[in-house]
C-alpha cells in the first residue's frame, strides 16, 4: 500500500489548498487515514486523523477551524481542505494510512504506511 498526496504548491497568506491522498489498489475506505507534516529541524507533527469506525476526526489545536479532513469514498480519496493558510502552516504534508484501530492519538507512531510527502509554503 503506497499512499499518493497531491495539491500541495505555493499559497499566500489567507489563501486556500486542497490535498489530497489516493492508495492505488486499495480501498481507503477501509483505513484509518492521517495527514501529518513536518519542518526541517521539528518532529513530524500530525495534523488531522479520521477513523474509519465511527469515522472520528482529530485536528491539531492550531489548525483547528482552518483544516478540515474528508472522505470521498467513490473517489478513494482522502482530502485536507486547508483554508486561512497561514505562514506557519508551511512544510512537508503527509499523508499516512494504518489498519483501523477504532480511535486515533493522530501520531506517527500509530500509522503505517506513508506517502512521500508534498510541499506546502504560505508566504507573500
Known amino acids: 500500500l503506497q499512499p499518493v498526496e497531491s495539491g500541495g504548491g505555493l499559497v499566500q497568506p489567507g489563501g486556500s489548498l486542497r490535498l489530497s491522498c489516493s492508495a492505488p489498489?486499495?480501498?481507503?475506505?477501509?483505513?484509518?487515514v492521517g495527514w501529518f507534516r513536518q519542518v526541517p529541524g521539528k518532529e513530524r507533527e500530525g495534523v488531522s486523523c479520521a477513523t474509519r469506525v465511527g469515522g472520528m476526526t482529530t485536528y491539531l489545536e492550531s489548525v483547528k477551524g482552518r483544516l478540515t479532513i474528508f472522505r470521498d469514498n467513490a473517489k478513494n480519496t482522502v482530502y485536507l481542505q486547508m483554508n486561512s493558510l497561514k505562514v506557519e502552516d508551511t512544510g512537508v504534508y503527509y499523508c499516512?494510512?494504518?489498519?483501523?484501530?477504532?480511535?486515533?492519538?493522530?501520531?506517527?507512531?500509530?500509522?503505517?504506511?506513508w506517502g512521500q510527502g508534498i510541499q506546502v509554503t504560505v508566504s507573500s
Open positions: 489498489g486499495y480501498m481507503l475506505a477501509t483505513y484509518d
Open positions: 499516512a494510512v494504518a489498519p483501523p484501530l477504532g480511535q486515533t492519538s493522530c501520531r506517527p507512531i500509530e500509522f503505517t504506511y
